[in-house]
């Protein structure tokens, strides 16, 4: 590949918007796409400069919103507008229905320490997949789900109305595996109320399993620890970014949402993207911005770190800030593959 901070554009991408970009958990150079289009897309990045390659298009009935991997690299997961939850093998292409919704399903997470799938749909509910067992349990929600987020123990699901649920992944499997229905009714760990004051837009769990971020579509992002103790909560925070001066020059800003928020597997710092087409690099701890990006001419939509940290996949296509009314998505939409240099990513300690 090239030298290291240079920024690339992947062949190939999908003809629609991106709704999530994924990197394999062993492969650093394996990523998946979903898009509105309908389609799941793996490429080999390892010749981003070249445009690197198109493996594979996974064709589904309606736009897929979510995407993850699953145990390995040849399996992953897809939730969509046709309300169903799939397992791929992405090497042979087949393709099994796990669970169906009632309503789309925005968003799919899988735990490899509790063998788990957990999907969150527009039905207020989520599927709890137990893959060893092939069954799944229902949980109600109290709000339509925007985001998920899962960590090695934890489980945050941010919803509308600005609430938060966190599960602790153990008790809850312990809980579903000792049920004999498939509507268990148990509490979550804890219930908060975001941090911001407009809806949350996505939730990025923290890789040492300390705590989260939010961000939300009024350009702030939140940072809070799980640990409920009062000295724990003091050092959550909030802060303004993803915000542009006005055009008139009359010392206003235009404000974006925040539409992707990844942690960097490394260094614990943590990428924002948003709607005016930037994307920072933040140290959550320091409370510090480490580096911002070039800006795009396109809205950021979804990140994603490559486990080693090397790469920062950038997916990115027209938003809806400009206010049109026709969107028009194909020949504009792109992925952007990032090669980090070193310090890029590296958090520069407290002021």
């Avoid at 920024?7 to 629609?16: K, R």
């Avoid at 970009?21 to 796409?33: D, E, I, M, W």
């Avoid at 898009?35 to 009935?61: F, T, V």
Wanted: glycine share 8%.
């Amino acid at each position: 590949m090239a030298p290291s901070g240079t920024q690339h554009e992947i062949a190939d991408p999908p003809t629609d918007a991106i709704s999530a970009v994924k990197f394999a958990p062993n492969s650093p150079t394996r990523l998946l796409v979903a898009s509105w289009d309908s389609n799941a897309y793996l490429y080999e990045i390892s010749g981003a400069g070249e445009g690197g390659k198109l493996i594979k298009k996974y064709e589904h009935r309606a736009p897929v919103l979510d995407v993850c991997f699953g145990a390995d690299d040849n399996e992953a997961f897809t939730a969509g507008m046709d309300w169903q939850v799939k397992k791929f093998n992405l090497e042979t292409g087949e393709q099994t229905v796990l669970s169906t919704h009632y309503a789309p399903v925005k968003s799919v997470v899988y735990s490899k320490e509790h063998s788990l799938l957990i999907s969150a749909s527009w039905d207020s509910t989520l599927h709890i997949h137990t893959l060893d067992s092939g069954s799944y349990a229902t949980v109600t929600l109290p709000e339509k789900p925007h985001a998920l987020s899962i960590s090695k123990s934890k489980l945050v699901v941010a919803m509308g109305a600005r609430l938060l649920h966190i599960y602790d992944l153990q008790p809850t499997v312990t809980l579903i595996s000792e049920s004999s229905s498939n509507r268990p009714s148990f509490e979550p760990w804890q219930k908060r109320e975001s941090s911001l004051k407009f809806m949350t837009r996505a939730v990025a769990c923290m890789l040492n399993d300390s705590g989260y971020a939010t961000s939300s579509i009024e350009g702030r992002v939140a940072v809070e620890w799980f640990d409920s103790s009062d000295e724990s909560q003091a050092r959550k925070y909030a802060f303004k970014c993803h915000r542009q001066p006005a055009p008139e020059n009359d010392g206003t800003d235009i404000v974006y949402p925040v539409n992707a928020l990844a942690f960097h597997p490394i260094h614990g710092s943590f990428a924002s993207g948003g709607g005016d087409g930037v994307v920072a690099l933040w140290d959550a701890v320091a409370k510090r911005r480490i580096k911002m990006f070039q800006r795009l001419p396109l809205s950021v939509v979804a990140l994603d770190f490559s486990s080693d940290g090397k790469y920062l996949a950038i997916g990115a296509c027209p938003g809806f800030e400009d206010g049109q009314e026709d969107y028009m998505a194909e020949g504009q939409t792109k992925v952007f593959i990032r090669e980090l240099s070193e310090t890029d990513a590296k958090g520069k300690g407290p002021k």
